[in-house]
């Protein structure tokens, strides 16, 4: 089962690593055919709410959800009736990110993977595998 998940050095900005993210998944159907290579709803926090982003996920016809910034609020009122209307934001979906969330504050317990002392990717992609299969261990209910 191929991994999905991108290394970059920590200065590296989130959002330019979506659509190859993005390119990696495979979404499981509940019954019999192959994968979808396109998920039905991304939600994502404002670091990703670019313009270009929206236009990207319009162009793959993928949903998607995260609150706009202040500053590109600001920019497009500024530019009056040709700024265009705010983008379709609904709160209660966005609510969901809380799991990921939480996630990420979990495997943030786990000291080498919240510092990065790896220098190689590989080892510190082994290392967040580990930590995941840990956590899933743990909050497994058939584990006793």
């Known amino acids: ?85 705010s983008p379709a934001f609904d709160a209660e979906i966005y609510k969901g990110r809380h799991v990921v969330e939480r996630c990420f504050n979990r495997l943030k317990q786990f000291g080498a993977l919240a510092t990065r002392y790896t220098k190689r990717a590989a080892y510190y992609r082994s290392e967040l595998t580990i930590a995941a299969i840990v956590l899933w261990l743990r909050e497994s209910p058939d584990t006793a």
């Open 1 to 85: 089962m191929p991994s999905v998940g991108r290394v970059t050095p920590g200065q590296t900005g989130d959002n330019p690593q979506l659509l190859p993210l993005l390119d990696q998944v495979n979404v499981r159907r509940d019954g019999p055919g192959r994968p979808r290579s396109r998920p039905g709803r991304v939600l994502a926090d404002k670091a990703y709410s670019s313009p270009s982003t929206r236009r990207a996920m319009r162009a793959r016809a993928i949903a998607f959800t995260s609150p706009e910034t202040k500053d590109h609020a600001g920019h497009r009122l500024r530019r009056g009736s040709r700024g265009g209307r």
